[in-house]
């Protein structure tokens, strides 16, 4: 049973900068297609970014492109996403998924495994 759980959510300020981590158990990351996904209160979840097991990544949400990072170190079995210039709509509870598969997909549906998330909140 995979296990995943995120780190480093928490309350800043608007343009400030926030890194979230997310660990999988068993050092399995290197064999899963990864992804961070976004919940805001009463909206729907949305893909931020996934990256590939090699590091491609794709940025699912144009409003983070430029602002948002993401990376991953298999040998710790860490993912990371690192935003910057956050903004008071970056706002939402932040998970991280896994899919055991080899290609991307910004969607929800395709990641069959989720961590519990972190929140993080902008204030202006």
């Known amino acids: 049973q995979v296990h995943l759980v995120e780190y480093g959510g928490g309350s800043v300020q608007a343009g400030g900068s926030v890194r979230l981590s997310c660990t999988l158990s068993?050092?399995?990351?290197?064999?899963?297609?990864m992804g961070w996904f976004r919940q805001a209160s009463a909206k729907q979840r949305e893909a931020v970014a996934v990256?590939?097991?090699?590091?491609?990544?794709?940025y699912c949400a144009d409003s983070v492109k430029g602002r948002f990072t993401i990376s991953r170190d298999n040998a710790k079995s860490t993912l990371y996403l690192e935003m910057n210039s956050l903004k008071v709509e970056d706002t939402a509870m932040y998970f991280c998924?896994?899919?055991?598969?080899?290609?991307?997909?910004?969607?929800?549906?395709?990641?069959?495994?989720w961590g519990q998330g972190t929140q993080v909140t902008v204030f202006s």
């Open positions: 998924a896994a899919r055991p598969a080899w290609f991307s997909s910004c969607e929800v549906a395709d990641y069959n495994k």
């Open positions: 990256i590939s097991q090699g590091g491609a990544s794709t």
């Open positions: 068993d050092n399995q990351l290197k064999n899963m297609y």
